[in-house]
Structure formats: structure tokens, C-alpha cells
């Protein structure tokens, strides 16, 4: 059997990640590979109703970030795990370089108790490969004004999204081997060729 595999997708709300994650599911399945597609905060019934509270209920920081890693224990000990135990590619919409981002550089709130936080729910667990589609945060709220209505982070100007590309860009840096840098802002053919160049060189699939 071969090894597990944990990718998780990261960047600012209308960078692409989830226009990708399906495609790159597929490119894995055709390689013989089970993917599990999933998401944070969610992926399980309980980190769902977690999700609706975090996206539209009026709450602090630090209540946010207790409900999503509450949400993120949930997650790991019930699929990302025994996925990962039974062989599979786990490809996850947003892990917990999102919470550095959002709740961290995002909020302001307090860097060392999120890694606190992170220690105690993750046991060591970090993705093997993250891929943060990096993009202009003018060209993602135009993409997103495309498509849908806000929920409470869409709705933050544009000034938060750049600490928030800022806090990802600090995670990348604090941890080079495990990010892969996505030019999110060329057209879907080209991202999809970056993400294939990427996979390539950390092959085996
Ligand atoms: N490379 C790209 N160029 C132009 N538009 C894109 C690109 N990637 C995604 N989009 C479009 O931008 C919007 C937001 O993409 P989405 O995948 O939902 O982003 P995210 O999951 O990162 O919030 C969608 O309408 C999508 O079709
Ligand atoms: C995982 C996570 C997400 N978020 C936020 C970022 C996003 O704005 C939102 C939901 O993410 P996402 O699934 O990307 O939203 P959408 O379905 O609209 O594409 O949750 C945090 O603030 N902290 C976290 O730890």
C-alpha cells in the first residue's frame, strides 16, 4: 500500500483553491490513488454546524479560533487520520495556515496561543505538501463580486485581506519545504500546470 499524503490548499477567499481541488482529485484518481476531498472549517457533520456558526454568527477572535480548531480536532481524529492510516490522499480546502492568516495576522490575535492550539489538536500532524494560491487581493474581491454574496470574512476590506496574505506569506517562510508558492493570478490553465509541475517533483503519486 502506498504511504497517505495530506495536501492542504490555502490562500485569500477568490484565489481558485476550489476550482482546483476537484481537477487535482481527478489527475490523483487517474494515477490509481483514493483522494478524500474535504474541507475546514468542516468535513464532518459536527465541524459543519461549527462552520455555520464561524461564518455568520457575530463572535471575538478568540471564540473564533476555539471553534475552529474544535472543528479541526473533530476533523482529523474521525477522517483526515484513518484516511491518511488506509493509504489515502487527503486534499483539504484550507488547514490551519488559515487560522495564522485569518484569526493570527487577519484579527490580530495572539500568534503564540494559536500555536498553543495547534500543538494540542494536531499532535504533530502538518499537511506534506501545501499549495497557497498567492493572489492581489483587488483581483480576488473582484472574482468573488462575480460569484456570490459575502459571508463574514468576504465581507472585510481589502486592507484585512492583505494582513492576511501577509500571515500566509510569514507561514510560507517559516516553513519552505512544506509550501509550494501557486501564481494564482494566471489563467486556470496555467495554475493547473503549476500544481502539476509541483506534484511532479514531490512524486511518486
Ligand atoms: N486562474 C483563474 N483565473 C480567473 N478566474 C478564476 C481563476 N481561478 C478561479 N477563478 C474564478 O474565481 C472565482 C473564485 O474561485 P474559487 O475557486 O471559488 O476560489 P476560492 O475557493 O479560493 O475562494 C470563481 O468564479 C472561479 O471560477
Ligand atoms: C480554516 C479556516 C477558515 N477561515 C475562514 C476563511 C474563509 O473566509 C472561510 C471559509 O473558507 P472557504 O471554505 O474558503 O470559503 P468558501 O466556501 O466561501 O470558498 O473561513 C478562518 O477564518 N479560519 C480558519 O482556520
Known sequence: ???????????IDGAGKSSHIEWLAGWLRERGREVLVTREPGGTELAERLRELVLHQPMDALTEALLVFAARRDHLATQIEPALARGSVVLCDRFTDATFAYQGAGRGFDLGVLATLETWVQ???????????????????ARRAAVRAPDRFE?????????????????????PARFAIVDAS?????????IETTLDARGPW
Open 155 to 175: 465581507s472585510q476590506d481589502q486592507a484585512f485581506f492583505e494582513r492576511v496574505r501577509a500571515g500566509y506569506a510569514r507561514r510560507a517562510a517559516d516553513d
Open 1 to 11: 500500500m502506498k504511504p497517505g499524503r495530506f495536501l492542504s490548499f490555502e490562500g
Open 123 to 141: 499532535q504533530g500532524r502538518q499537511p506534506d505538501l501545501t499549495l497557497w494560491f498567492d493572489l492581489a487581493p483587488a483581483t480576488a474581491a
Open 186 to 194: 494566471a489563467t486556470p490553465e496555467a495554475v493547473r500546470r503549476q
